[in-house]
């Protein structure tokens, strides 16, 4: 009886320990060691996510709009609350383009800096200004990347995978176009994420992603949104 007893309990315990350890997998998917944050998504299959930040904006987003239009490539467009509350018809031109819609909060706060009421506050007026024009997001990316543990904990109790990226294209510090694509074909790998802008008029963004798309596409590179990237994930042998 005593020895039925232990080796239930420790076909229980070896089961238990193997769920635990596969529902922490699934939820982290061991992208980053201490926090469940996406940089990149491995894979050997040549596939990038092209995501833009701070929009939406009444020149620049309309433009890279235009580009991603001629190109036929989906993008995801982290967006600003207080971009979609000035500019909501952009946002449901995004959205009817086909694109993929996530927050990257209310304003450009850091939020590492901020209260946790506060952060709270970011999250629900973006959800509360955006939910009218697009579905709602899965995917978060916290202003100039600054998080914690507590902030990926918030957004991920909110419905939200947090994201960030590997490749900056520098778009923001407006260079030479020839510049930030050369930030972006330079450093092109299997399940990339790269990082545009589109909150600041003039910037280089529209006459980049244009080049760069012909670039990796004529090395064989498909761009795919966040959603479309992750179910490419492979894991590692």
């Not at 996406?38 to 009444?58: C, R």
């Not at 959800?127 to 990316?141: G, M, V, W, Y």
């Not at 589109?198 to 992603?209: C, E, F, I, N, S």
Request: proline share 6%.
């Amino acid at each position: 009886m005593h020895s039925l007893l232990r080796r239930n309990f420790f076909c229980f315990t070896v089961f238990g320990i193997s769920l635990v350890c596969s529902l922490v997998y699934e939820a982290t998917m061991v992208f980053d060691d201490k926090i469940q944050v996406i940089k990149s998504v491995p894979t050997t299959h040549k596939v990038v996510a092209l995501t833009i930040d701070d929009g939406p904006h009444y020149k620049t987003t309309p433009e890279l709009l235009a580009v991603l239009r001629e190109k036929q490539v989906k993008a995801t467009f982290f967006l600003l609350g207080a971009n979609v509350e000035a500019h909501p018809e952009i946002v449901m031109q995004t959205v009817a383009d086909g694109h993929e819609i996530a927050s990257h909060a209310y304003s450009h706060k850091r939020l590492n800096k901020l209260t946790k009421t506060e952060v709270i506050e970011e999250f629900e007026r973006f959800e509360t200004i955006t939910q009218p024009l697009a579905p709602k997001p899965s995917f978060f990316r916290p202003p100039d990347g600054a998080y914690n543990d507590d902030i990926v904990a918030l957004a991920r109790e909110r419905g939200y995978t947090t994201v960030l990226w590997s490749i900056d294209a520098g778009d923001w510090r407006r260079p030479p176009v020839q510049q930030v694509v050369q930030a972006v074909v330079d450093n092109v790998k299997p399940g990339g994420i790269i990082l545009m802008h589109d909150g600041q008029y003039p910037l280089p963004t529209a006459q980049a992603a244009a080049i760069i798309i012909d670039k990796l596409q004529s090395q064989g590179y498909q761009l795919v949104t966040m959603s479309e990237l992750m179910q490419y994930y492979e894991e590692s042998q």
